[in-house]
Each structure stands twice: as C-alpha cells, then as structure tokens.
C-alpha cells in the first residue's frame, strides 16, 4: 500500500510533465516539417508512435484534471452546505 | 510571516519551477534528437530489393532518332510510330502480370495540402538570356548538349545550367542509389556516386531516402508504393513523362502503362500542355529563390535537365518555383517537374560539377545519370 501510494504520486508527477515534453516536441516537429515537409518530420514511424504516447498523456491528464475539479467543486459545494446550515442554526 | 522570508521562499520556489521547466525542456530536446537521430541521422538498408516491372526494356530499344538521322522529329508524338506501339503492347502485357500480382494497391497517406500560388516573374519577359555551350556528348545511344545560361544583373542575376537530352530509349535515362542500396540514411556524394556508376552526366535526385513516403520506382523496379503529400513525376518506358498530384495517382494505372522511374519530390510545374501551373505544392518557405534542380519533358525521348544556380548575390540569386517553371516552359518543355534543391542541386559532367554548389557538397540519396559510353 506504502508503494501504491509512492507510485500514484510519481504517475501523477509525471502525467503533466510528459504532456509538456512531449507538446514541446511536437511543436518542434511541426515547425521542421513547416519548414521542409519533404523529411516528414510529422510524419513517419517514430512520431506515429510518439504521438499515440502524447495522446495516452493527455487524455490521462484531461481524466485526473477533470476528476480534480469535480472533487474540488464537491468540497466547495459541501462547505457551502455547511455553513448555510451552520447559519441556520445559529439564527 | 516576515516580508524577507517570505520573498526567500519565494525565491525558493522560482528557482524550483524554473528548474522543473529546464528539465522538461532538456527531455523535450532529448526526444526531438532521439527522432532526429533515429529518423534523419542513423543509415539503414532496407531488406526489400523491390519488384521488377520492367524486365525488358531492351525490347523496345532504338524507339526514337537521335537529331539528324533519318525518321527524327523534332516533338514526335508518343506511340506514333507502329514498331513502338507493337513493342509496347508487348511490354505492357507483361507489365500488367508482373505488377498487379504482388502490389495490389498503392496505400495513400496525405497529411493535408499547402498550395502557393504562382507570381510570374514578368520582368524575365523583356531580358535577353545568354547562351553558352560547354559541353556536348553524341554516343550511339543518345545526344546530349549542355548550356550555360546568365539572364539578369547584378544582384538579380540568375545562372542556370541547361541539359538538352535526347536518348534512342529511356533505359538510358537512369537513376543511381547512394551506395548502390535501397535505404533510408544512405548518403553519398553526388560526384562518388556518378563515378562509382560511371556516369558522364548526373543531377541530383529526388532524395527518397530522406523519407519513409512517397512512390519510388528506379530503373523499372518498384520499391516504395505508398503515396505522400507531394506531387508525383513519372517517366514511362514509352519515353512520355507524366506528374501527378497525389489524389490523382492511380498506382495500378500506372504499373499498367510501364513505368521505368518515379519520383516523388516536386512540385509539378507545368500542366502538361506546357503552360506554367496556376498553384504549386509546395510552402512559401519553400518557394524562395533558392538553388534548384528540375527535370522537364518535350516529347518522347527528349528531355531537359535544369540545374539553377543560387544563395550567390552577383552570380546566381536562385529561383523560386514559379521561376523554374517559367524557365522550364520557356525551354519548350510539355510537362516539369522540380527535384531536389538547395545544397544538392549540382550538375555533374565528365568527373567534376559543372555548376558552382551553394554551400558545402551535400551527400544525398540518389541521382538522375547518363552512362559513359564511347
């Protein structure tokens, strides 16, 4: 369980960091394939692959960003519950 | 919490974030080179010796008169004569056996089109070109004249290097691999390359190697088959040449009609008709005046090969595609086609280059060559 944990927080540590690496990169390629498209920077076996990784990433991220802002919004909504009620009862 | 802590947590916490961006940064240029490497540095042969679909092209020798003899026109027109289209039924029927058995379909992978549109250069209308002959060659298989043309002043000025080639077959117009391998990475120097295959008289080819798409047929054998974004050239064993974009490549028609080299690089510069193109393929990047290498048709047998000079403010500025095309469709060429530019724009002849390089010999993937003969 101690590992679990450990991991689940690497994972989380690296899901952000690998969508901006990998972003990165493919900014690059798509400014070298701007340039010269002949090379097919965008487009052959490697960056194929790369971009399959860019999409796990992200929608990885899109899942943990959206599951974040819904835990998020549930505290803010039942502390908001909470002190309407707290309020109440003092009234 | 006292204001000089704070900012010294601050600072910590800057200094933290930029290092964290610097790592990223560092693994972001650590993957561009892995590719890098990987797709444009590391040479690898492929194990694929391709598929032969034009086994004899010693069938259809002599098809077409080299200028002066007897039965030579000047713009004959494809298959005209009987002996050709008898010689070429033949073929083609042999063709549409070797070719469909094994590759059925061309797989097409387009990305998506950038078009230019073409900014005729109306000035080269009232300017008189300087012609200048430096080197003819007449063998008993084909008859090649080449020029050296100036048009232009000063910075403006525009060197070209004019190929006129007429060949009794187009098994004489032939393409040489790097190395003499099929492969990706694989790079030789244009002039080692001629040499190593005893070539008189080569241009720069299309650069296949450079990457994994793109239709590539060499000396009557098919290599690569699926289709890039990029316009392609084909030169059939009837001695017409044909460009296509790449929704309008038919693979198996193709195949059908016997293809002896195609190309994929472009643009395509002529409409076939010999009128310069409306839009070109190509990014405005690339359309700068640049050095240039093209391959153009006139008729059957008759082909022009164009090297430009350029990136040489009083000598040559470089073209820019529209500009090729002009030149090409000035030199009374139906159909053009633009190969590989730059740096390995170079025309070779008799062991040395005969235009002047813009940079630094570059090593490229193949050439377009002419045999030395006697």
Redesign the interface.
């Known amino acids: 369980m101690k590992y679990l944990g450990k991991i689940k927080r690497a994972v989380i540590w690296l899901l952000p ?1 690998g969508s ?3 972003g ?2 493919f900014i ?2 798509w400014i070298l394939d ?14 194929d692959w ?1 971009f399959l990784a860019f999409c796990i990433f992200n929608l990885l991220n899109g899942i943990l960003s959206a599951s974040l802002v819904w835990k998020h919004m549930g505290k803010k909504k039942r502390k908001a519950e909470s002190t309407e009620s707290e309020k109440a009862e003092t009234e | 919490m006292k204001p000089e802590s704070k900012r010294k947590k601050n600072r910590s916490l800057y200094l933290k974030i930029a290092l964290i961006a610097l790592g990223d940064l560092l693994a972001a240029a650590l993957c561009v080179g892995i590719v890098v490497l990987f797709h444009y540095v590391l040479p690898k042969q492929y194990e694929d010796n391709g598929i032969v679909i034009a086994q004899s092209p010693e069938k259809i020798a002599d098809m077409f008169a080299l200028p002066g003899e007897e039965g030579f026109e000047e713009n004959p027109k494809a298959g005209s004569g009987s002996h050709i289209e008898d010689d070429l039924t033949e073929l083609q029927e042999n063709l549409s056996g070797a070719g469909s058995g094994k590759k059925d379909k061309f797989n097409t992978t387009n990305t998506g089109t950038s078009m230019v549109e073409a900014e005729l250069n109306t000035e080269w209308n009232t300017m008189k070109t300087t012609v200048t002959e430096i080197a003819k060659k007449r063998t008993a298989h084909y008859d090649l004249t080449v020029t050296k043309r100036e048009i232009g002043e000063g910075d403006d000025k525009v060197t070209y290097f004019v190929a006129d080639l007429y060949v009794r077959n187009v098994q004489y117009l032939r393409t040489a691999f790097a190395r003499g391998v099929y492969g990706k990475n694989i790079r030789q120097f244009p002039d080692t390359i001629s040499r190593d295959n005893n070539a008189l008289f080569s241009i720069s080819g299309d650069f296949y190697g450079n990457s994994e798409r793109g239709v590539v047929i060499r000396n009557g054998v098919l290599y690569r088959e699926n289709v890039a974004d990029a316009d392609i050239c084909v030169l059939y064993l009837d001695g017409t040449m044909e460009t296509y974009s790449p929704s309008a490549f038919d693979g198996e028609a193709v195949l059908k009609k016997g293809a002896w080299q195609a190309w994929t690089f472009g643009p395509q510069l002529l409409d076939g008709s010999g009128a310069v193109l409306d839009q070109f393929r190509t990014t405005s990047y690339l359309n700068k005046e640049n050095p240039r290498c093209a391959i153009g048709y006139v008729a059957p047998g008759h082909y022009m090969l164009v090297t430009v000079d350029g990136r040489d403010d009083g000598y040559s500025r470089g073209v820019t595609i529209t500009e090729l095309a002009q030149i090409m469709a000035k030199l009374g060429c139906q159909t053009a086609y633009n190969l590989d530019g730059g740096n390995s724009a170079c025309m070779y002849y008799e062991n040395d280059y005969l235009n002047r390089l813009s940079g630094d010999e570059r090593a490229i993937s193949d050439i377009i060559y002419l045999e030395a003969e006697e």
Do not use: S
Not at chain 1, 39 to 45: R, S, T, V, Y
């Open positions: 960091h901006i690496v990998l990165a990169a690059t390629f701007y340039l010269n498209p002949m090379i097919g920077f965008l487009d052959n076996a490697i960056t790369l």
